[in-house]
C-alpha cells in the first residue's frame, strides 16, 4: 500500500510537471501574447489634448502632476 501511495504521488507530480511545460511553450511560442515594451504600456488619450507635467520636489518626495494645455 505505502508503494502505491508514492507512485501515485511521483505519477501526478510528473503529470503536473509536463502540463506547466507544454503550456509555457505554447504561450512563450505565440506573438500575440508577448508582453508590449515599457513605452507601449502608456495609456493612450481619446481626445486631442495636450498635457505638461509639472514635478514638485520636496525633502525625499517627489509629486508628478500632469496639466491640460488649454
Known sequence: ???????????TALVAAITVGIASAAIQGNPASQAAAKSDRLPM????TQYVTIETRGERVSMLERVALD
Open 1 to 11: 500500500m505505502n508503494v502505491r501511495m508514492h507512485t501515485a504521488v511521483l505519477a
Open 45 to 48: 488619450l481619446a481626445n486631442a
